[in-house]
């Protein structure tokens, strides 16, 4: 019952550097959803994919790139780190956009640049 | 000004208690509403949704909609340890469950 997987649980970056978070589902859900969690922002959505091959832009996807080359998997990377990106990332996947299927969420990447 | 607003506590209240979670919001075109648990290092877990207006139980859980004050709220019945997290609400129009608009959350902490 793994879920969903992300990969590293920690990161530290020097601005400037980059890296790619990695998310795996293993529910053989469509879409799937990469978040930034903020103190006082809440949980903001900076890419989403409703399938394999698929990307689209969510309401902070600046500074970032995503692909889905495999259905289970979902990178999220960052190609010149900035200290402004220093945030906790969620991946989330559901099978499909209703209501009735949640969004099922990783544990997280704590990512800090300095 | 924010399209979901929430209190960020935290929260502190004795093992029993009835706990009040709200959150305002802004789009009147929102239909559906969700009530998230994160605990402390986690991801967060879906607890409840509701569609439009009206109540939701689930056990020791209440979520409300007033769609007329565009108010959404949570009720913790006999509130246990356990149930100490952040609480995140988060809503979405009809159609739209792929993207959700959260509220920043708040945190509660359930005291012996």
């Known amino acids: 019952n793994a879920g969903v997987t992300q990969t590293p649980k920690f990161r530290v970056l020097k601005t400037g550097q980059s890296m790619t978070l990695l998310c795996a589902q293993d529910?053989?859900?469509?879409?799937m959803y990469w978040y930034r969690q903020d103190p006082g922002m809440g949980l903001r959505l900076i890419h989403y994919?409703?399938?394999?091959?698929?990307?689209a832009k969510g309401e902070v996807p600046d500074g970032y790139n995503v692909s889905r080359l495999k259905k289970q998997n979902f990178l999220l990377g960052l190609e010149s780190a900035a200290p402004s990106q220093t945030s906790v990332y969620f991946c989330?996947?559901?099978?499909?956009?209703?209501?009735?299927?949640?969004?099922?969420f990783g544990d997280g990447t704590r990512l800090s640049i300095l | 000004q924010k399209e979901v607003e929430q209190d960020p506590g935290p929260l502190s209240v004795p093992e029993g208690a009835i706990v009040s979670l709200n959150c305002t919001y802004s789009?009147?075109?929102?239909?559906?509403f969700m009530w998230y648990r994160q605990y402390s290092r986690k991801g967060p877990e879906l607890l409840m949704y509701?569609?439009?207006?009206g109540n939701k139980e689930d056990g020791r859980f209440t979520a409300q909609v007033d769609k007329s004050s565009k108010y959404i709220s949570l009720f913790i019945r006999d509130s246990q340890p356990s149930d100490s997290a952040t609480y995140l609400c988060?809503?979405?129009?009809?159609?739209?469950?792929?993207?959700?608009?959260f509220g920043t959350g708040t945190q509660l902490k359930v005291e012996l």
């Open positions: 989330a996947s559901n099978r499909d956009r209703g209501v009735n299927q949640p969004q099922h």
């Open positions: 529910m053989n859900h469509e879409y």
């Open positions: 994919s409703v399938g394999e091959g698929t990307t």
């Open positions: 789009n009147s075109a929102f239909q559906y």
């Open positions: 509701t569609y439009s207006s």
């Open positions: 988060a809503m979405s129009p009809p159609g739209g469950g792929n993207k959700l608009t």
